[in-house]
């Protein structure tokens, strides 16, 4: 699996660099990632940011400073409406819309969630595992299900340094 042209920050850890598929990205700095993530052309991850293993993110997808994805197999996507190929029309016009997706600081994801394409999940905002996140989180929203629905809020006291504190072992 390659890493190909990636610009990578200070002191990122990939913890299996021969396990992982990085292109055309930018890692901040203080950032880990786990084995078996694929991060797509176009993508930016802020500093320091945790991505677990088996995790997915497309072309496009930007997450800010401190997000944690503290869990195994996110999935973002960058198309609503996939269809298959039409072999009777030319490829460049069969080329869809990406949508991009924003992760705001401090934002975290379960384990197994997939999140849709052109939605914000605001900051400190939490996606519970398994769940299927399809339209914006709102700031320090906790959200769980199919579709995910605000079932309550982050406290105040849930500062990025704090959780990197309790979930790295270290501060930002």
Known sequence: MPIIDVDFGDDVVVSH???????????????????FVEIQRGSRIGRPCKISSHTLICEGVVLEDEVLMIAHGVVFTNDRMPRAARPEVSREAQAWPREAT??????????????????????FAVVSCGSVAMRDVPARAVVAGVPACVIGHAGANATAPRLFETVLGETS
Do not use: K, M
Request: glycine residues 22%.
């Open 17 to 35: 660099p021969d396990l992982v598929n990085l292109y055309g990205c930018a890692i901040g700095s203080g950032s880990r990632i786990g084995p």
């Open 102 to 123: 924003v992760v705001r600081r401090g934002a975290s994801i379960g384990s197994s969630a997939t999140i849709g394409c052109g939605i914000e999940i605001g900051t």
